[in-house]
């Protein structure tokens, strides 16, 4: 299967622990996108790249979010000190520079207890 | 504020029968509009798009169409299909800026 892969599929920590998800775009898809996804809502931007480089980050995403795509192939998106709030399911995508449409991941389920 | 919105959080349609999705959008810069479907644990699969200089794209079943000075859009799906059923998103982009702005999706139901 050569899609789109996100490791791992949930993730159950306590509040103040940090976690690290990782995702595996496609592999001639230069652009890589973070969302993140609640219950009855559309999947929210959070950053994304271009290569290995960060182009845009949003304005909602704390300063206890990090992302890294240190060679341009897979990426990490860290949360430190993990608040009740962040539960969601986080997904990634991917796509080629210039093309509109995104290839998603089937997300990582974070539950903070 | 929300700047892609999708009013119908569920809609429910007979096999066979057309099923319309609708989607209202707020900001002109947008110039590209995405529908996505996504099924349970899976993440969301690109359907159908159309550009802004369009007011209507065809792929199969699934006819989009766009009203620029409404600043609306519509997914048609005919006839529906019960593997039709999942939610569909909406999504809008600006030119080149990378990333997509999401409705909170419409679950579409199509009933044998």
């Known amino acids: 299967d050569t899609g789109v892969s996100q490791d791992p599929r949930h993730k159950i920590t306590k509040r103040g622990q940090n976690v690290t998800f990782r995702c595996d775009p496609i592999?001639?898809?230069?652009?890589l996108y973070w969302y993140r996804q609640t219950l009855g809502q559309g999947p929210e931007f959070l950053t994304y790249?271009?290569?290995?480089?960060?182009?845009?980050k949003s304005r909602l995403l704390s300063d206890r979010f990090s992302a890294e795509r240190p060679k341009g192939s897979f990426s990490t998106l860290e949360i430190q000190r993990t608040e009740q709030g962040d539960s969601a399911m986080y997904l990634c995508a991917s796509s080629l520079a210039g093309r509109y449409e995104q290839f998603f991941g089937p997300g990582t389920r974070l539950t903070v207890l | 504020d929300q700047q892609v919105k999708q009013n119908s959080p569920s809609l429910s349609v007979q096999e066979g029968r057309i099923s319309i999705l609708n989607c209202d959008y707020t900001n002109s810069m947008f110039d590209y509009f995405l529908w996505y479907k996504k099924y349970p644990a899976e993440g969301p699969t690109f359907l159908i798009s159309?550009?802004?200089?369009?007011d209507k794209n065809e792929d199969g079943r699934f006819t989009v169409f766009l009203n620029k000075s409404a600043k609306h859009l519509s997914l048609h799906i005919v006839p529906s299909q019960p593997g039709d059923s999942a939610v569909y998103f909406c999504a809008a982009s600006a030119l080149e800026a990378g990333k997509s702005t999401f409705g909170d999706g419409t679950t579409l139901t199509v009933k044998p």
């Open positions: 159309i550009s802004s200089i369009k």
């Open positions: 592999s001639e898809h230069n652009r």
């Open positions: 790249f271009q290569n290995e480089a960060q182009l845009e």
